[in-house]
T-cell receptor, first 119, second 115 residues
Framework: GAVVSQHPSRVICKSGTSVKIECRSL??????MFWYRQFPKQSLMLMAT?????????EQGVEKDKFLINHASLTLSTLTVTSAHPEDSSFYIC???????????????FGPGTRLTVL | AQKVTQAQTEISVVEKEDVTLDCVYE???????LFWYKQPPSGELVFLIR??????QNEISGRYSWNFQKSTSSFNFTITASQVVDSAVYFC????????????FGTGTRLQVTL
């Protein structure tokens, strides 16, 4: 099966610092990766769509200068939370899309998530 | 605009009871996909099923079954003979082809199965 990893799984940082979260597709190439945010006891909300080699597309209300997304290769996308504040504390989940017929056609696989706590 | 409604916020059942989780969706497209995911306390999303809008056949997988009714825009999920390990938050989601498969999630239903 397809595996998507995220690193780190948990991070605690001080207010004002920047945090980088990595999302990797381990055994397949992902032309598109998605970043979701989930506040405690709430649903997942799409933040942005990341395509390899091009700029990310952000959903309405998501600050692109605060949440920097880089999709440098077909297996890696990074989300950097710049100048993090306590209200950015959340569970960040990435997913990777593949159109490989071996993996069942057009499928999306989720990473295990990164829990960010900003003090 | 797409919308997914899971009206049941929390459900509590005793082990071995059957339980149905409701999902109602809204979309303007005729082609779309519906999903169910399980999110245990660890947080990782577990894929359960994907169904396209042209396939209204009900599906059964072990103790899990899904009822897709296009006429009422519903995609309900039933767990038969629930077990403690079924305790989790369950999300229904909707995607539309042509939008790079981004998902719109419902608000989730927290299922608590007790002994």
């Amino acid at each position: 099966g397809a595996v998507v990893s995220q690193h780190p799984s948990r991070v605690i940082c001080k207010s004002g610092t920047s945090v980088k979260i990595e999302c990797r597709s381990l055994d397949f190439q992902a032309t598109t990766m998605f970043w979701y945010r989930q506040f405690p006891k709430q649903s997942l909300m799409l933040m942005a769509t990341s395509n390899e080699g091009s700029k990310a597309t952000y959903e309405q209300g998501v600050e692109k200068d605060k949440f920097l997304i880089n999709h440098a290769s077909l297996t890696l996308s990074t989300l950097t939370v710049t100048s993090a504040h306590p209200e950015d504390s959340s569970f960040y989940i990435c997913s990777a899309r593949t159109q490989s017929t071996i993996l069942g056609g057009d499928e999306q696989f989720f990473g295990p998530g990164t829990r960010l706590t900003v003090l | 605009a797409q919308k997914v409604t899971q009206a049941q916020t929390e459900i509590s059942v005793v082990e071995k009871e059957d339980v149905t989780l409701d999902c109602v969706y809204e979309t303007r497209d005729t082609t779309y996909y519906l999903f169910w995911y399980k999110q245990p306390p660890s947080g990782e999303l577990v894929f359960l099923i994907r169904r396209n809008s042209f396939d209204e056949q009900n599906e059964i997988s072990g103790r899990y079954s899904w009822n897709f009714q296009k006429s009422t825009s519903s995609f309900n999920f039933t767990i038969t003979a629930s077990q403690v390990v079924d305790s989790a938050v369950y999300f229904c989601a909707l995607s539309e082809p042509g939008t790079a498969s981004k998902l719109t999630f419902g608000t989730g239903t927290r299922l608590q199965v007790t002994l």
